[in-house]
């Protein structure tokens, strides 16, 4: 088990950039994979970008293709999510989540942090 704490939310107006982390704590040798996760308000939780740690492959969803890049520091643990070009429906509260399971997806789960991009 792993514990996730996101920092760097707030908010900032269309076009500009924000960093989110999340720090780890825990069995973090233990993670084959992280993710970034986002809700907007009155919408389902989305995934974002992902990230398998033993590799450092990653992937995005369209909507946030070439504005966004997720990465790890291997030596804290620490996932981050650079945004650029924000636009105003990338709102949302993110959230990042770990797999120590293959066969279970995504085990455990920060509690999210709030951005809000104004147009």
């Known amino acids: 088990q792993v514990q996730l704490v996101e920092s760097g939310g707030g908010l900032v107006q269309t076009g500009e950039s924000l960093k989110l982390s999340c720090a780890v704590s825990g069995s973090s040798s233990s993670i084959i994979a992280m993710a970034w996760y986002r809700q907007p308000p009155g919408k389902e939780r989305e995934i974002v970008a992902g990230l398998t740690t033993s590799t450092g492959n990653a992937n995005y969803v369209d909507s946030v293709k070439g504005r966004f890049t997720i990465s790890r520091d291997n030596a804290e643990g620490t996932l981050y999510l650079q945004m650029s070009s924000l636009k105003p429906e990338d709102t949302a509260v993110y959230t990042c989540?770990?797999?120590?399971?293959?066969?279970?997806?995504?085990?455990?789960w920060g509690k999210g942090i709030l951005v809000i991009v104004s147009s």
């Open positions: 989540a770990a797999s120590l399971d293959v066969l279970k997806g995504m085990t455990d």
